[in-house]
């Protein structure tokens, strides 16, 4: 459904609920028409705190991890037994045995040595600006590629979530939303405030816009509707576990994110927090993960038919330090892992020129050695997904970068 | 009051208050500028100085931390710091109550602007623990104090601050020939002050300079840091031997002096392009997002004739007739919006300077974020966005309807009693209110709903 449909719909809502004929209402505010310039689906989640990637995605293979991190057997492993994904990310099995969920190590954004979450993150969104004191971007990469794609809409593509997205900002038009926002107004208040902003170019849109995205948070099916079967129950009846049947924060942002992606939306990003592990990180990175595979199911589950077009990219702003600090956690490092899951990606593997965690192979002595760039996976992933060509990723979306040889990414 | 005369106080101050005082034109806008701060003296807020102390004791407690001899005094040291960190956080929220309360109550409106406005030309952001509750300290010393003295001494106050040198980076940097650099050639240069110097703080990003430029004032800013206790220090040792050559004129000798970056900071605050970029963003802040280019051209000549007189400036600002149009084309930014509302409603100045912690996140610091103005965080050195359209988006608009809704609650806990949404469209904003807002105020089902649609009006956010 667009927007407009959207605003209709909502609108013919209200008045039949006041009793008002569509010609005395204020809200009918034409919304323009957006218009998806392909079909494949690209969501960006960006895992702040610096995920551990050895512990996410665990190198169970190489000889010297057992002497750095003694844990538990782990569950799922690549076919080679050389990973295995974390316990925590155990619902992720299935996705992974369907050849929906892929992982990539040893990568980092170019950025090194200072390890600051606000400069590390900000990189990472920038996606360029990487030597020091070199200019600051003043636009986020996924912006940058909208900038790219003549006659964009707004509704192309969603910042959601209540932070400024960094990713997103910059010249090209995109909509934003937090599925935590809602307009609720007394049906008078909200009659009476469509007359204060009629007629008013700034005004009406944006509140036509903000109810109608509003009720159609409270109309969408939850989560819970949509899982139909007796695995999509399941599956929900075990997220919605001891949270006394309502969705947390980050499954409401997957269900506003399937919802718009079902419709015009073809890019969405968002954040989850909660990765910087300094102290005991047994108990804390397993809540990190477990958040994240379960808004990864939730979004193949409201995906549901375009499922087979999405390819989910998660990324962070930095690894952690190879080995445990005295606390039981780990401090800020370089390398780390990045996941991709979608019914779009060539899943079931990990991507990596490993590096070994040796003393004399890790980088400053200490982390995991980044032997590939993030962004170049990220843009991998938009010329698979999107067909942009290699001068559009390497000299607009990442000035600089070079994708180099990665070999496919996608199915 | 005049309908122009309400615009003016609007777009150039805080509108009106309860008791519909308000600035009369632009004479009663501009003469308070020149006299003494009288509101930042009843309500003060600690300068950098006053806070410093507390980061040196939290370096302290961390070391101390690190060295702890047993799990017991590990544990004491940590409750030591968690506590001093919650001092630290209660401060924070006092300063925005405080920055409120200011807004609220003022005779000096415009002066509350200026420092908003000034303060994110200037932007700087807490990147570590404790300096994420030191923005208004910055604010307070290096911007308020300036806001009506010579463009030259803002600037110099704001670039110099240690809190400007930890956020761009140039409290580390170290020139490659200097004394440091020599024995450390993994050190050098930083350039991010340097370049955001000519390209935010003066010139502008099509101003006359080029690479060669930025890098050559990154020399000549070599050696500025900051001490242990938080004072701005010139380290010789670490400064680039000059000469060095910016926008064609030779800087300092070989020895690294202080004096040469007063004097390369002197010249860039008086320059020609200087005085176009402070006068473009001046229009475009207060006026329209695309000013009138007489308006510009008027006040960028009063900065040069005046040598950046900010006074003077100001005045060139408001009396020039593109800068009293009728058509309202800015918005309220989130702050503003808050801080005007509380001032329209009434708020006391004493109650918002001491509102708890837990009140300032669940009635200020969420529905900033909500608005997409999350307190103290702008999005980078630029600071904040100005079009009208990036605050009225549906995400923004939607967080304002929640504050708006809201505010009943809010002044509950100030102890203010709900206005009657008649008397506001009668009373204070009669001047701008028009026909559809004063049905509102008559037809709304509740005195709350009424307040809100009053505060949510177009005749209120726009300026």
New interface residues.
């Given amino acids: 459904m667009t927007v407009q449909d959207l605003s209709r719909r909502a609108f013919l809502t209200r008045t039949a609920a006041l009793g008002c004929s569509a010609a005395a209402s204020p809200w009918l505010t034409p919304v323009a028409l957006a218009s998806a310039p392909w079909d494949g689906r690209l969501i960006v989640i960006i895992l702040r705190g610096g995920m551990d990637g050895i512990d996410a995605l665990r190198p169970v293979g190489d000889p010297d991890f057992a002497g750095l991190r003694a844990l538990e057997e782990p569950e799922i492993g690549d076919e080679a037994g050389f990973f295995a994904l974390h316990p925590a990310l155990a619902p992720l099995a299935p996705m992974w045995a369907a050849g929906h969920l892929s992982g990539v190590h040893a990568v980092s954004t170019p950025y090194r040595d200072r390890r ?1 979450h ?2 590390g993150q ?1 990189l990472l969104e920038a996606g360029t600006g990487f030597t ?5 971007a ?1 636009d986020g990469w996924l912006n940058r590629l909208l900038q790219t794609v003549p006659g964009v809409a707004a509704e192309t593509a969603f910042a959601v979530g ?3 997205l ?1 990713l997103l ?1 910059g010249a090209a038009p995109h ?4 599925p ?7 049906p ?2 909200e009659l ?2 469509g ?4 007629g ?1 170019p ?2 009406a849109p ?2 036509a ?2 109810l109608a ?2 009720q159609e948070m409270e109309h969408t099916p939850s989560l819970a509707e949509m899982a139909e079967g007796e695995t999509g129950m399941a599956m929900m009846a075990e997220m919605m576990e001891g949270r006394g049947g309502a969705a947390g924060g980050h499954l409401r942002l997957a269900e506003f994110v399937s919802g718009r992606m079902r419709e015009e939306t073809r890019i969405a990003a968002f954040s989850l927090n909660g990765w910087d592990t300094h102290n005991n990180q047994g108990r804390g990175l397993p809540r990190a993960l477990t958040r994240l595979a379960e808004v990864l199911r939730a979004l193949e589950l409201g995906l549901g038919p375009v499922w087979g077009r999405t390819a989910v990219v998660a990324m962070t702003e930095f690894g952690r330090t190879v080995a445990l600090n005295g606390t039981g956690g780990t401090d800020h490092g370089t390398g780390g892992a990045m996941f991709m899951a979608g019914g779009a990606v060539r899943g079931g593997r990990v991507h990596t020129r490993w590096p070994g965690l040796d003393a004399a192979s890790l980088y400053d002595g200490r982390d995991l050695l980044p032997t590939a760039d993030v962004r170049a996976y990220a843009a991998k992933v938009m010329e698979e997904l999107f067909g942009l060509n290699r001068p559009v990723l390497q000299e607009a979306v990442f000035p600089g970068l070079e994708i180099g040889d990665l070999g496919p990414v996608l199915a | 009051m005049s309908y122009e005369t309400a615009v003016l106080s609007a777009r150039f101050g805080l509108g009106p208050r309860a008791d519909g005082s308000e600035p009369a034109g632009a004479e009663g806008l501009l003469t308070p500028l020149a006299g003494p701060d009288a509101i930042g003296a009843r309500y003060p807020i600690a300068g950098y100085a006053d806070i410093a102390p507390a980061a040196v004791e939290l370096r302290r407690l961390n070391r101390a931390r690190r060295d702890a001899a047993s799990s017991d005094e590990e544990k004491t040291l940590r409750q030591e710091r968690t506590q001093l960190l919650r001092q630290q956080r209660v401060r924070r929220a006092q300063d925005l109550g405080t920055v409120l309360a200011r807004a609220s109550e003022t005779a000096d409106p415009m002066r509350e602007r200026l420092v908003r406005f000034w303060a994110d030309h200037f932007t700087v ?1 807490g ?1 570590q623990t404790f300096l994420r509750t030191a923005v208004q300290s910055y604010v307070e010393e290096a911007i308020r104090p300036n806001v009506t003295a010579r463009f030259a001494d803002l600037l110099r106050a704001a670039i110099l601050h240690p809190m400007m040198l930890a956020y761009l ?1 140039q409290a580390r940097a170290v020139g490659p020939n200097s004394e440091v650099g020599r024995r450390n050639p993994k050190r050098g ?4 002050l ?3 110097l000519l ?1 935010l703080h003066t010139l502008g990003v099509g101003g006359p300079y080029a690479q060669a430029d930025v890098r050559q004032l ?1 020399e000549l800013l070599a050696g500025l840091s900051v001490r242990p206790s938080g004072e701005m220090i010139f380290a010789a040792r670490r400064g680039e031997p000059g000469p060095e050559t910016v926008l064609g004129r030779r800087y300092g000798r070989r020895a690294p002096k202080l004096e040469d970056i007063h004097e390369v900071l002197d010249d860039l605050a008086r320059h020609e392009a200087t005085a176009r970029h402070i006068a473009r963003k001046l229009a475009v802040h207060f006026v329209a997002d695309t000013p009138d280019p007489a308006l510009v051209d008027h006040v960028a000549a009063r900065f040069s004739s005046t040598e950046g007189d900010l006074l003077a400036v100001y005045t060139a600002l408001v009396e020039h007739p593109a800068a009293q149009a009728s058509e309202r084309q800015k ?1 309220k930014m989130p702050w503003e919006f808050i801080a005007t509302s509380l001032r329209l409603l009434g708020a006391p100045g004493r109650k918002l300077a001491e509102t708890p912690l837990r009140d300032v996140r669940r009635h200020i610091y969420a529905p900033l ?2 608005m ?1 103005q ?1 307190w103290e ?1 702008p ?4 600071g904040w966005p100005e079009e ?2 990036h605050w ?8 304002r ?2 504050w708006a ?1 809201g505010v009943p609650q809010i002044l509950m806990g100030l102890g203010v009693a709900l206005p009657d949404p008649r008397a506001l469209v009668e009373g204070p904003l009669a001047p701008l209110a028009g026909d ?2 004063r ?2 105020a008559r ?3 509740t005195r709350e ?1 009424g307040v ?2 009053v505060l ?3 005749e209120f ?2 300026r």
């Avoid at chain 1, 909509?175 to 937090?178: D, F, H």
């Avoid at chain 2, 999005?379 to 630029?382: I, K, R, T, V, Y």
């Fill in positions: 600051s606000f400069d900000d020091p004191g070199a200019p600051r003043r209540q932070e400024t960094f900002s909509a934003s939303w937090a935590e926002a809602s307009v609720s107004l007394s008078q208040a009476l405030l007359h204060l902003y009629a008013d700034l005004f944006a509140a816009q903000a995205l509003s | 952001v990147k980076d240069l930083n350039e991010n340097a370049r955001e390209e990154a918005a974020t909500e997409s999350e965080r999005p980078g050195p630029d009208a359209a009225i988006s549906p995400q923004g608009l939607a967080g309807i929640s809704m559809a807002l049905f509102a037809a709304a089902e709903d809100a649609l949510l009006s177009p956010q726009r």
